[in-house]
Protein backbone atom coordinates (compact mmCIF):
# COMPACT_ATOMS: atom_id res chain seq x y z
CA UNK A 1 0.00 0.00 0.00
CA UNK A 2 1.24 3.45 -1.05
CA UNK A 3 1.94 5.51 1.66
CA UNK A 4 -0.46 8.23 2.17
CA UNK A 5 0.77 12.62 2.51
CA UNK A 6 -1.11 15.49 3.27
CA UNK A 7 -0.29 18.96 2.03
CA UNK A 8 -1.96 21.20 4.13
CA UNK A 9 -0.40 24.58 3.58
CA UNK A 10 0.32 26.20 0.18
CA UNK A 11 3.37 23.79 -2.27
CA UNK A 12 3.32 24.29 -6.28
CA UNK A 13 2.28 21.48 -8.11
CA UNK A 14 5.43 20.82 -9.02
CA UNK A 15 6.19 19.76 -5.60
CA UNK A 16 2.91 17.76 -5.18
CA UNK A 17 3.83 15.76 -8.72
CA UNK A 18 7.24 14.64 -7.06
CA UNK A 19 5.28 12.82 -4.48
CA UNK A 20 3.44 11.06 -7.06
CA UNK A 21 6.60 10.09 -9.39
CA UNK A 22 7.96 8.77 -6.40
CA UNK A 23 4.87 6.41 -5.61
CA UNK A 24 3.14 8.51 -3.03
CA UNK A 25 -0.37 8.91 -2.72
CA UNK A 26 -1.05 13.13 -1.95
CA UNK A 27 -3.76 14.77 -0.95
CA UNK A 28 -3.18 18.44 -1.82
CA UNK A 29 -5.86 20.62 0.63
CA UNK A 30 -3.64 24.19 1.03
CA UNK A 31 -6.19 25.58 3.06
CA UNK A 32 -6.54 22.79 5.61
CA UNK A 33 -3.94 24.43 7.68
CA UNK A 34 -6.04 27.19 8.93
CA UNK A 35 -9.25 24.79 9.76
CA UNK A 36 -7.76 23.15 12.98
CA UNK A 37 -10.89 21.41 13.99
CA UNK A 38 -11.09 19.37 10.38
CA UNK A 39 -7.39 18.80 10.24
CA UNK A 40 -7.24 17.20 13.54
CA UNK A 41 -10.12 14.92 12.23
CA UNK A 42 -8.26 13.25 9.21
CA UNK A 43 -4.77 13.17 10.24
CA UNK A 44 -5.03 10.30 11.63
CA UNK A 45 -5.40 8.88 7.66
CA UNK A 46 -1.98 9.74 6.79
CA UNK A 47 1.57 8.75 6.84
CA UNK A 48 3.29 12.36 6.20
CA UNK A 49 1.64 16.03 6.63
CA UNK A 50 3.85 18.56 4.48
CA UNK A 51 3.48 22.42 5.76
CA UNK A 52 4.94 26.09 5.63
CA UNK A 53 4.15 27.88 8.49
CA UNK A 54 0.31 28.19 8.31
CA UNK A 55 -0.26 25.00 9.65
CA UNK A 56 0.23 24.86 13.49
CA UNK A 57 1.10 20.89 14.83
CA UNK A 58 0.46 21.52 18.34
CA UNK A 59 0.68 18.16 21.08
CA UNK A 60 -3.27 17.78 20.21
CA UNK A 61 -3.14 17.39 16.81
CA UNK A 62 0.17 14.88 17.20
CA UNK A 63 -1.78 13.22 19.60
CA UNK A 64 -4.35 12.69 16.89
CA UNK A 65 -2.18 11.69 14.23
CA UNK A 66 -2.39 7.79 15.03
CA UNK A 67 -0.54 6.93 11.53
CA UNK A 68 1.62 9.91 11.37
CA UNK A 69 5.67 8.96 10.33
CA UNK A 70 6.60 12.32 9.25
CA UNK A 71 6.00 16.18 9.47
CA UNK A 72 8.01 18.27 6.35
CA UNK A 73 8.24 21.68 6.96
CA UNK A 74 8.91 23.88 4.24
CA UNK A 75 11.10 26.26 5.20
CA UNK A 76 14.07 26.96 8.06
CA UNK A 77 11.72 28.00 10.89
CA UNK A 78 10.03 25.00 12.92
CA UNK A 79 8.32 26.97 15.63
CA UNK A 80 5.06 25.83 14.54
CA UNK A 81 5.70 22.10 15.01
CA UNK A 82 6.09 21.09 18.71
CA UNK A 83 9.17 18.76 18.61
CA UNK A 84 9.27 17.47 21.95
CA UNK A 85 5.51 16.38 20.78
CA UNK A 86 6.57 14.48 17.57
CA UNK A 87 9.76 12.76 18.93
CA UNK A 88 7.86 11.23 22.19
CA UNK A 89 5.28 9.67 19.61
CA UNK A 90 8.20 8.64 17.05
CA UNK A 91 7.60 11.56 14.21
CA UNK A 92 10.46 12.91 12.69
CA UNK A 93 10.37 16.29 11.79
CA UNK A 94 12.14 17.49 9.14
CA UNK A 95 12.57 21.36 7.16
CA UNK A 96 14.55 22.90 4.64
CA UNK A 97 17.60 24.34 5.74
CA UNK A 98 19.28 25.20 2.66
CA UNK A 99 16.26 25.95 0.35
CA UNK A 100 16.29 29.62 1.17
CA UNK A 101 19.92 30.41 2.36
CA UNK A 102 20.51 32.87 -0.66
CA UNK A 103 17.05 34.72 -0.26
CA UNK A 104 17.97 35.46 3.23
CA UNK A 105 21.45 36.45 3.14
CA UNK A 106 20.59 38.73 0.21
CA UNK A 107 17.72 40.16 2.16
CA UNK A 108 20.20 40.86 5.23
CA UNK A 109 22.68 42.90 2.46
CA UNK A 110 19.75 44.86 1.03
CA UNK A 111 18.52 46.03 4.55
CA UNK A 112 22.46 47.06 5.76
CA UNK A 113 22.19 49.30 2.15
CA UNK A 114 18.25 50.86 2.62
CA UNK A 115 19.47 51.36 6.50
CA UNK A 116 22.99 52.66 5.48
CA UNK A 117 21.54 55.20 3.29
CA UNK A 118 17.94 55.41 4.88
CA UNK A 119 16.57 54.70 1.33
CA UNK A 120 12.70 54.07 2.66
CA UNK A 121 12.39 57.22 4.12
CA UNK A 122 14.53 59.32 1.16
CA UNK A 123 11.74 57.35 -0.90
CA UNK A 124 8.72 58.49 0.87
CA UNK A 125 9.77 61.91 1.25
CA UNK A 126 10.50 62.38 -2.43
CA UNK A 127 7.40 60.71 -3.66
CA UNK A 128 5.92 63.16 -1.26
CA UNK A 129 6.95 66.02 -3.28
CA UNK A 130 10.06 67.15 -0.95
CA UNK A 131 13.54 67.39 -2.24
CA UNK A 132 15.64 66.85 1.37
CA UNK A 133 18.77 65.89 0.17
CA UNK A 134 20.67 67.59 3.12
CA UNK A 135 18.58 65.25 5.13
CA UNK A 136 19.32 61.76 4.72
CA UNK A 137 23.27 61.65 4.70
CA UNK A 138 24.50 58.18 4.88
CA UNK A 139 27.50 56.37 4.87
CA UNK A 140 29.39 54.13 2.88
CA UNK A 141 29.64 50.21 2.92
CA UNK A 142 33.05 50.30 1.72
CA UNK A 143 35.64 49.50 3.92
CA UNK A 144 33.49 49.16 6.88
CA UNK A 145 33.90 46.32 9.59
CA UNK A 146 30.28 44.10 9.59
CA UNK A 147 30.26 42.07 12.30
CA UNK A 148 28.31 38.63 11.37
CA UNK A 149 27.22 36.60 14.44
CA UNK A 150 26.22 33.14 13.28
CA UNK A 151 28.65 31.77 10.72
CA UNK A 152 26.74 28.94 9.12
CA UNK A 153 25.30 28.53 5.99
CA UNK A 154 23.03 31.91 5.68
CA UNK A 155 26.10 33.57 7.51
CA UNK A 156 28.96 32.40 5.49
CA UNK A 157 27.11 33.65 2.53
CA UNK A 158 26.74 37.02 3.92
CA UNK A 159 30.17 36.89 4.95
CA UNK A 160 30.84 35.84 1.11
CA UNK A 161 28.71 38.77 -0.17
CA UNK A 162 30.36 41.27 2.17
CA UNK A 163 33.75 40.69 1.19
CA UNK A 164 32.80 41.29 -1.94
CA UNK A 165 31.91 45.00 -1.18
CA UNK A 166 34.96 45.24 0.47
CA UNK A 167 33.58 44.83 3.62
CA UNK A 168 36.23 43.48 6.57
CA UNK A 169 34.58 40.67 8.12
CA UNK A 170 34.55 39.72 11.86
CA UNK A 171 32.55 36.85 12.72
CA UNK A 172 31.85 35.26 16.03
CA UNK A 173 30.42 31.64 16.20
CA UNK A 174 31.58 28.58 18.75
CA UNK A 175 31.09 26.14 16.26
CA UNK A 176 33.51 28.28 13.37
CA UNK A 177 36.90 26.72 13.47
CA UNK A 178 40.47 29.09 12.87
CA UNK A 179 40.81 27.06 9.51
CA UNK A 180 37.17 27.68 8.31
CA UNK A 181 37.18 31.36 8.95
CA UNK A 182 40.53 31.91 7.05
CA UNK A 183 39.07 29.61 4.14
CA UNK A 184 36.33 32.62 4.39
CA UNK A 185 38.39 34.88 4.46
CA UNK A 186 37.05 36.36 7.84
CA UNK A 187 38.65 37.25 11.61
CA UNK A 188 37.05 34.94 14.01
CA UNK A 189 36.41 36.65 17.17
CA UNK A 190 34.98 36.26 20.40
CA UNK A 191 31.25 38.64 21.49
CA UNK A 192 32.74 41.53 22.79
CA UNK A 193 35.54 42.07 20.23
CA UNK A 194 33.16 41.89 17.43
CA UNK A 195 30.56 44.41 19.60
CA UNK A 196 33.86 46.85 19.89
CA UNK A 197 34.73 46.56 16.48
CA UNK A 198 31.78 46.36 14.05
CA UNK A 199 30.01 49.45 12.05
CA UNK A 200 27.49 47.10 11.35
CA UNK A 201 26.30 43.98 13.02
CA UNK A 202 23.96 40.96 11.08
CA UNK A 203 22.52 38.02 13.27
CA UNK A 204 22.60 34.60 11.69
CA UNK A 205 21.93 32.07 14.61
CA UNK A 206 18.98 30.44 15.64
CA UNK A 207 16.47 31.23 18.39
CA UNK A 208 17.64 28.82 21.44
CA UNK A 209 18.06 29.27 25.35
CA UNK A 210 21.69 30.69 24.57
CA UNK A 211 21.18 33.01 21.89
CA UNK A 212 17.78 34.40 23.11
CA UNK A 213 18.88 38.19 23.90
CA UNK A 214 21.98 37.98 22.89
CA UNK A 215 21.86 41.92 22.05
CA UNK A 216 20.44 43.52 25.01
CA UNK A 217 21.29 47.00 26.50
CA UNK A 218 24.41 45.62 28.36
CA UNK A 219 25.89 44.39 24.88
CA UNK A 220 24.94 47.62 23.28
CA UNK A 221 26.48 49.70 26.11
CA UNK A 222 29.51 47.35 24.69
CA UNK A 223 29.25 48.81 20.76
CA UNK A 224 30.67 51.27 18.92
CA UNK A 225 28.63 54.79 18.83
CA UNK A 226 26.93 54.81 15.35
CA UNK A 227 26.45 51.22 14.92
CA UNK A 228 23.82 49.65 13.21
CA UNK A 229 22.35 46.41 13.40
CA UNK A 230 20.31 43.86 10.82
CA UNK A 231 18.31 40.97 12.18
CA UNK A 232 16.96 38.47 9.33
CA UNK A 233 17.00 35.30 11.57
CA UNK A 234 14.85 34.95 14.49
CA UNK A 235 12.84 37.29 16.75
CA UNK A 236 13.98 37.02 20.21
CA UNK A 237 17.30 37.71 19.56
CA UNK A 238 17.70 41.42 20.15
CA UNK A 239 15.83 42.82 23.17
CA UNK A 240 13.57 45.60 21.13
CA UNK A 241 12.98 47.78 24.17
CA UNK A 242 16.66 48.27 24.30
CA UNK A 243 17.56 48.70 21.22
CA UNK A 244 14.91 51.30 20.50
CA UNK A 245 16.70 53.13 23.83
CA UNK A 246 19.85 52.88 22.05
CA UNK A 247 17.97 54.26 18.54
CA UNK A 248 16.03 57.32 20.20
CA UNK A 249 19.92 58.44 22.50
CA UNK A 250 21.77 57.42 18.77
CA UNK A 251 24.23 55.51 20.50
CA UNK A 252 22.76 53.05 17.54
CA UNK A 253 22.38 54.72 13.97
CA UNK A 254 19.69 52.74 12.36
CA UNK A 255 18.23 49.21 12.45
CA UNK A 256 17.04 46.96 9.49
CA UNK A 257 14.51 43.95 10.95
CA UNK A 258 12.87 41.35 9.83
CA UNK A 259 11.87 39.26 12.39
CA UNK A 260 9.98 40.71 15.51
CA UNK A 261 9.84 39.34 19.24
CA UNK A 262 6.04 38.73 18.66
CA UNK A 263 4.83 37.65 14.80
CA UNK A 264 2.65 39.11 12.69
CA UNK A 265 4.01 41.95 14.65
CA UNK A 266 1.24 44.31 14.81
CA UNK A 267 2.86 46.93 17.21
CA UNK A 268 7.42 47.05 18.12
CA UNK A 269 8.94 49.54 20.00
CA UNK A 270 11.10 50.13 17.06
CA UNK A 271 8.11 51.04 14.96
CA UNK A 272 8.10 54.94 13.99
CA UNK A 273 11.87 55.32 15.10
CA UNK A 274 14.08 56.98 12.51
CA UNK A 275 16.08 55.31 10.04
CA UNK A 276 14.35 51.92 11.44
CA UNK A 277 13.83 50.12 8.33
CA UNK A 278 11.18 47.16 8.98
CA UNK A 279 9.64 44.10 6.63
CA UNK A 280 7.41 41.95 7.35
CA UNK A 281 9.78 38.66 7.89
CA UNK A 282 10.43 38.15 4.33
CA UNK A 283 13.72 36.70 4.37
CA UNK A 284 12.72 33.82 2.62
CA UNK A 285 10.10 35.81 1.07
CA UNK A 286 11.39 35.03 -3.09
CA UNK A 287 9.75 33.28 -6.00
CA UNK A 288 13.14 31.16 -6.26
CA UNK A 289 13.00 30.21 -2.52
CA UNK A 290 9.91 29.39 -2.68
CA UNK A 291 9.88 26.95 -5.08
CA UNK A 292 12.72 25.37 -3.72
CA UNK A 293 12.10 24.47 -0.20
CA UNK A 294 8.70 23.23 -2.15
CA UNK A 295 10.48 20.87 -4.42
CA UNK A 296 13.02 19.68 -1.39
CA UNK A 297 10.79 18.61 0.96
CA UNK A 298 8.27 17.11 -1.16
CA UNK A 299 12.05 15.30 -2.18
CA UNK A 300 12.71 14.62 1.22
CA UNK A 301 9.67 13.17 2.81
CA UNK A 302 8.81 10.81 -0.39
CA UNK A 303 13.13 9.57 0.09
CA UNK A 304 11.80 8.89 3.59
CA UNK A 305 8.79 6.97 3.23
CA UNK A 306 9.75 5.25 -0.08
CA UNK A 307 13.12 4.02 0.84
CA UNK A 308 14.08 5.26 4.31
CA UNK A 309 16.24 7.63 4.33
CA UNK A 310 16.62 10.82 6.44
CA UNK A 311 17.89 14.18 5.21
CA UNK A 312 17.70 17.65 7.33
CA UNK A 313 15.76 15.86 9.84
CA UNK A 314 15.05 18.15 13.42
CA UNK A 315 15.14 14.95 15.69
CA UNK A 316 16.83 12.42 14.21
CA UNK A 317 19.91 11.03 12.31
CA UNK A 318 20.31 11.81 8.90
CA UNK A 319 20.31 8.61 6.36
CA UNK A 320 21.18 9.46 3.38
CA UNK A 321 19.58 7.25 0.35
CA UNK A 322 23.18 5.59 -0.43
CA UNK A 323 24.15 4.45 3.24
CA UNK A 324 20.29 3.51 3.55
CA UNK A 325 20.22 -0.19 1.97
CA UNK A 326 23.99 -0.73 3.37
CA UNK A 327 22.68 0.44 6.72
CA UNK A 328 19.37 -1.63 6.93
CA UNK A 329 20.60 -4.86 8.11
CA UNK A 330 23.24 -3.28 10.71
CA UNK A 331 20.36 -0.98 12.51
CA UNK A 332 17.85 -4.38 12.17
CA UNK A 333 21.74 -5.96 14.26
CA UNK A 334 21.39 -2.98 16.59
CA UNK A 335 18.00 -3.29 17.40
CA UNK A 336 17.89 -6.79 18.09
CA UNK A 337 20.69 -6.28 20.50
CA UNK A 338 18.90 -4.10 22.46
CA UNK A 339 15.47 -6.13 22.21
CA UNK A 340 17.64 -8.62 23.90
CA UNK A 341 19.22 -6.75 26.55
CA UNK A 342 15.97 -5.20 27.08
CA UNK A 343 13.70 -8.58 27.95
CA UNK A 344 16.40 -10.38 29.83
CA UNK A 345 17.12 -7.17 32.27
CA UNK A 346 14.41 -6.17 35.15
CA UNK A 347 15.95 -3.20 37.10
CA UNK A 348 15.92 -0.34 36.08
CA UNK A 349 19.25 0.94 33.93
CA UNK A 350 21.93 3.20 34.87
CA UNK A 351 24.51 2.81 31.87
CA UNK A 352 24.74 2.24 28.10
CA UNK A 353 27.44 1.58 26.28
CA UNK A 354 27.87 0.89 22.44
CA UNK A 355 30.87 -0.55 21.38
CA UNK A 356 31.20 -0.42 17.69
CA UNK A 357 34.01 -2.58 15.89
CA UNK A 358 36.32 -2.05 12.71
CA UNK A 359 33.78 -1.25 9.91
CA UNK A 360 30.54 -0.45 11.81
CA UNK A 361 32.86 2.48 13.75
CA UNK A 362 32.92 4.14 9.92
CA UNK A 363 29.32 4.16 9.64
CA UNK A 364 26.66 6.21 10.65
CA UNK A 365 26.62 5.10 14.38
CA UNK A 366 24.21 8.10 15.55
CA UNK A 367 21.50 6.16 13.26
CA UNK A 368 22.51 2.81 14.84
CA UNK A 369 22.50 3.80 18.63
CA UNK A 370 19.16 4.98 17.83
CA UNK A 371 18.04 1.69 16.94
CA UNK A 372 20.01 0.11 20.11
CA UNK A 373 18.05 2.09 22.07
CA UNK A 374 14.40 1.59 20.37
CA UNK A 375 15.49 -2.45 20.91
CA UNK A 376 16.30 -2.21 24.37
CA UNK A 377 13.10 0.59 25.66
CA UNK A 378 10.63 -1.65 23.08
CA UNK A 379 9.85 -4.57 25.48
CA UNK A 380 8.54 -1.99 27.99
CA UNK A 381 7.28 0.85 25.42
CA UNK A 382 5.55 -1.19 22.66
CA UNK A 383 5.48 2.05 20.19
CA UNK A 384 8.91 3.21 20.44
CA UNK A 385 10.65 3.79 17.81
CA UNK A 386 14.59 5.39 16.52
CA UNK A 387 13.04 9.03 16.95
CA UNK A 388 11.51 8.60 20.58
CA UNK A 389 13.85 6.17 22.03
CA UNK A 390 17.07 8.82 22.43
CA UNK A 391 14.34 11.29 23.86
CA UNK A 392 12.79 8.58 26.27
CA UNK A 393 16.54 7.70 27.56
CA UNK A 394 17.61 10.80 27.96
CA UNK A 395 14.16 11.60 30.08
CA UNK A 396 15.44 8.96 32.25
CA UNK A 397 18.29 10.05 33.04
CA UNK A 398 20.93 7.18 31.76
CA UNK A 399 24.18 7.56 30.85
CA UNK A 400 24.76 7.01 26.98
CA UNK A 401 28.37 6.71 25.73
CA UNK A 402 29.72 4.99 21.97
CA UNK A 403 32.93 3.80 21.65
CA UNK A 404 34.62 3.27 18.25
CA UNK A 405 37.66 1.22 17.71
CA UNK A 406 39.72 -0.23 15.08
CA UNK A 407 39.27 -3.87 13.71
CA UNK A 408 40.68 -5.82 16.98
CA UNK A 409 38.85 -9.43 16.07
CA UNK A 410 38.29 -12.24 13.28
CA UNK A 411 34.88 -9.61 12.31
CA UNK A 412 35.40 -7.13 9.75
CA UNK A 413 32.76 -5.16 12.08
CA UNK A 414 30.64 -5.77 14.76
CA UNK A 415 28.38 -3.59 17.81
CA UNK A 416 28.47 -4.76 21.54
CA UNK A 417 25.70 -3.48 23.92
CA UNK A 418 26.79 -3.35 27.67
CA UNK A 419 23.79 -1.99 30.07
CA UNK A 420 24.37 -1.76 33.88
CA UNK A 421 22.01 -1.69 36.59
CA UNK A 422 22.40 -1.07 40.24
CA UNK A 423 22.37 -5.01 40.70
CA UNK A 424 24.21 -6.38 37.13
CA UNK A 425 25.79 -5.82 33.94
CA UNK A 426 24.68 -7.25 30.84
CA UNK A 427 26.51 -7.53 27.30
CA UNK A 428 25.70 -8.76 24.02
CA UNK A 429 27.59 -8.74 21.29
CA UNK A 430 26.43 -9.19 17.41
CA UNK A 431 27.55 -8.83 13.48
CA UNK A 432 25.86 -9.03 10.25
CA UNK A 433 27.02 -11.87 7.83
CA UNK A 434 27.32 -11.44 3.89
CA UNK A 435 23.40 -13.03 3.55
CA UNK A 436 22.56 -10.13 5.18
CA UNK A 437 21.15 -11.54 8.53
CA UNK A 438 22.14 -10.34 12.19
CA UNK A 439 23.75 -13.23 14.17
CA UNK A 440 24.47 -13.02 18.09
CA UNK A 441 28.73 -13.61 18.30
CA UNK A 442 29.34 -13.08 22.09
CA UNK A 443 26.53 -12.77 25.18
CA UNK A 444 27.66 -12.48 28.61
CA UNK A 445 31.51 -12.54 27.21
CA UNK A 446 30.99 -15.73 26.35
CA UNK A 447 31.59 -16.58 22.41
CA UNK A 448 29.24 -18.47 20.17
CA UNK A 449 27.81 -18.27 16.93
CA UNK A 450 23.54 -17.72 16.51
CA UNK A 451 21.38 -17.17 14.23
CA UNK A 452 18.74 -14.69 15.36
CA UNK A 453 14.71 -16.25 14.99
CA UNK A 454 11.42 -14.41 16.14
CA UNK A 455 11.33 -16.69 18.81
CA UNK A 456 14.14 -17.88 20.80
CA UNK A 457 14.90 -19.54 24.68
CA UNK A 458 17.71 -18.12 26.46
CA UNK A 459 19.00 -20.06 29.18
CA UNK A 460 22.04 -19.57 31.66
CA UNK A 461 23.01 -22.08 33.75
CA UNK A 462 26.00 -23.66 35.36
CA UNK A 463 27.61 -26.10 32.81
CA UNK A 464 27.32 -29.21 33.87
CA UNK A 465 26.54 -33.11 32.19
CA UNK A 466 23.10 -33.95 30.71
CA UNK A 467 21.94 -30.32 30.32
CA UNK A 468 21.32 -30.51 26.62
CA UNK A 469 19.28 -33.75 26.84
CA UNK A 470 17.26 -32.25 29.43
CA UNK A 471 16.31 -29.20 27.63
CA UNK A 472 15.85 -31.15 24.27
CA UNK A 473 13.92 -33.74 26.55
CA UNK A 474 11.87 -30.62 27.65
CA UNK A 475 10.78 -28.91 25.00
CA UNK A 476 10.45 -31.67 22.85
CA UNK A 477 7.53 -33.19 25.73
CA UNK A 478 5.72 -29.71 25.50
CA UNK A 479 5.75 -30.03 21.37
CA UNK A 480 8.15 -27.50 21.18
CA UNK A 481 10.50 -28.01 17.59
CA UNK A 482 14.28 -26.26 17.83
CA UNK A 483 15.26 -24.75 14.92
CA UNK A 484 18.88 -24.39 16.02
CA UNK A 485 20.70 -24.32 19.49
CA UNK A 486 23.53 -22.82 20.25
CA UNK A 487 25.75 -23.33 23.17
CA UNK A 488 28.79 -21.36 25.13
CA UNK A 489 30.47 -21.15 28.40
CA UNK A 490 32.91 -19.68 30.25
CA UNK A 491 35.05 -22.22 31.44
CA UNK A 492 34.14 -26.34 32.55
CA UNK A 493 31.69 -26.68 35.06
CA UNK A 494 31.62 -22.65 35.20
CA UNK A 495 28.89 -20.43 33.41
CA UNK A 496 27.38 -21.51 30.64
CA UNK A 497 24.51 -20.28 28.62
CA UNK A 498 21.95 -21.47 25.62
CA UNK A 499 20.47 -20.05 23.01
CA UNK A 500 17.58 -21.58 21.60
CA UNK A 501 15.91 -20.50 18.33
CA UNK A 502 12.23 -22.66 18.38
CA UNK A 503 9.86 -22.48 15.71
CA UNK A 504 6.93 -20.85 18.41
CA UNK A 505 6.07 -19.28 21.46
CA UNK A 506 6.69 -21.16 24.62
CA UNK A 507 4.86 -21.07 27.30
CA UNK A 508 5.81 -20.08 30.68
CA UNK A 509 4.89 -23.74 32.09
CA UNK A 510 7.31 -25.12 29.76
CA UNK A 511 9.68 -22.81 31.13
CA UNK A 512 9.30 -23.42 34.51
CA UNK A 513 9.86 -26.98 33.89
CA UNK A 514 13.42 -25.73 32.45
CA UNK A 515 13.94 -23.64 35.65
CA UNK A 516 13.20 -26.46 37.85
CA UNK A 517 15.83 -27.78 36.70
CA UNK A 518 19.08 -26.95 40.02
CA UNK A 519 21.53 -25.74 37.27
CA UNK A 520 19.78 -23.56 35.42
CA UNK A 521 19.28 -20.18 37.08
CA UNK A 522 17.43 -18.41 34.08
CA UNK A 523 14.88 -19.06 31.41
CA UNK A 524 13.54 -16.70 29.09
CA UNK A 525 11.12 -16.44 26.17
CA UNK A 526 12.77 -13.98 23.93
CA UNK A 527 10.71 -12.62 21.07
CA UNK A 528 12.68 -10.49 18.08
CA UNK A 529 11.14 -7.97 15.11
CA UNK A 530 12.20 -10.13 12.51
CA UNK A 531 11.59 -10.09 9.19
Not at 4 to 32: C, H, W
Not at 415 to 429: C, D, E, G, P, Y
Not at 464 to 485: C, K, Q
Request: with cysteine; hydrophobic share 45%; glycine share 10%.
Amino acid sequence: MAPRVLVSDELSETAVQIFRDRGVEVDFQPKLGKDKEKLAEIIGNYDGLAIRSATKVTEKLIGAATNLKVVGRAGIGVDNVDIPAASRRGIIVMNTPFGNSITTAEHAIALMFAVARQLPAADGSTQAGKWEKSKFMGVEITGKVLGVIGAGNIGSIVCARAIGLKMHVVAYDPFLSKERAEEMGVVKVELDELFARADFITLHVPLTDKTRNIIDAEAIAKMKPGVRIINCARGGLVVESALAEALKSGHVAGAGFDVFEVEPANESPLFGLPNVVCTPHLGASTTEAQENVALQIAEQMSDYLVNGAVSNAINMPSITAEEAPILKPFIRLADVLGAFVGQVTESAIKEIEILYDGSTAAMNTKALTSAVLAGLIRPQVADVNMVSAPVMIKEKGVILSEVKRDKSGVFDGYIKLTVTTANQTRSVAGTVFSDGKPRFIQIKGINLDADVGKHMVYLTNTDVPGMIGFIGTTLGDAGVNIANFQLGREKEGGDAIALLYVDGPVSETVLDKLRANAAIRQAKQLVFNID
